[in-house]
């Protein structure tokens, strides 16, 4: 199914090509040095987006994840001077349409609590068209994962321990 990516129509296919391996690393990356916020915009929508924050130094990592998803921008703090920090940053629309479904294909989850639940939230969001930030629900579902000793981390399908 095509979805408007800019000012291009792309294919949603082409992203089932993208390694498995690659998928699960990018969920430990997210686990660790990510986040998903749902914020308010200034007139009361709400933004949901999916950061990775980083040193500077890993500017090429992002690059990398960028090159490879072929969605997201990278932007570096301070704007100016000396920068010290950059963002991936995944927007609501690929979240919705590319990124969040691959993870979903693929049985892809997030590990930690916090993570899971903002995965959650958005899911929740984008399922039932809540648009409004003030119509949020103070209770969401939970889809949490639970692992409950080091054995269950070490079966996960996309384990990083081999």
């Known amino acids: 199914m095509p979805i408007k990516k800019g000012k291009r129509v792309m294919n949603k296919n082409k992203y089932l090509d993208i390694p498995y ?3 699960s690393m990018l969920i ?3 686990d660790g040095d990510g986040y998903i916020c749902a914020t308010k915009t200034a007139k009361g929508y709400i933004r949901i987006n999916l950061i ?3 040193d500077i130094r890993d500017l090429s990592l992002l690059e990398y994840i960028k090159s490879t998803l072929d969605i997201s921008k990278i932007n570096t703090y301070p704007k100016s001077k000396v920068k010290k920090t950059c963002k991936l940053v995944i927007n609501s629309t690929e979240l919705k349409e590319i990124f969040f479904p691959l993870l979903i294909y693929h049985k892809l989850f997030f590990l930690t609590d916090i993570r899971q639940k903002q995965f959650d939230k958005a899911m929740f969001l984008f399922k039932n068209n ?4 003030n ?3 103070i209770n969401i579902p939970s889809r949490i994962q639970v692992l409950n000793n080091a054995k269950d981390y070490i079966n996960l399908p996309f384990s ?3």
């Open 21 to 23: 391996s690659f998928l």
């Open 135 to 137: 119509e949020i629900p």
């Open 130 to 133: 809540i648009n409004l930030y």
């Open 160 to 162: 990083i321990i081999e």
């Open 28 to 30: 430990v990356l997210i």
């Open 52 to 54: 990775i924050s980083l």
